[in-house]
């Protein structure tokens, strides 16, 4: 899910969407209005599923889509090299992720772990 909210309100540390992948904002620039245009805003961000930065340059004013970005426990039901199947502490729903190594030593089924949620993107914290 996301939501709109404008340019201009956007603050560091928060999020945003850029090329359909929610992105933590990590600096605002905001350039003075000239004499024939706008106060732009330029936004640089990572995104939170693949790491990659990206930035934007949108007038203050313009709208933007802000991801509802939630987290959530999860137990650990099943580990197969490195994919973990996950169970939902509150509506008992089931998924899949694909870990790193270092994310697998330290799960054992039965564990309770946070997860990131958003766009229907899912990842351990």
């Known amino acids: 899910m996301k939501e709109q909210t404008e340019v201009g309100k956007l603050k560091e540390g928060r999020y945003v969407v850029v090329e359909d992948e ?17 106060a732009k805003s330029r936004i640089d961000c ?27 426990m ?24 694909n870990v790193t190594e270092e994310q697998v030593a330290g799960l054992e089924p039965g564990k309770e772990i946070p997860y990131i949620s958003s766009l229907g993107k899912k990842k351990l914290e």
Do not use: N, W
């Open 22 to 38: 929610p992105c933590r904002i990590v600096s605002i620039a905001t350039s003075k209005p000239g004499k024939h245009g706008a």
């Open 46 to 72: 990572i995104g939170i599923f693949d790491g990659v930065k990206r930035s934007i340059v949108q007038p203050v004013s313009a709208k933007t889509y802000v991801p509802i970005v939630e987290r959530k």
């Open 74 to 97: 999860a137990q650990v039901i099943s580990i197969a090299g490195t994919t973990v199947q996950l169970m939902d502490v509150k509506d008992f729903d089931m998924f899949e992720l």
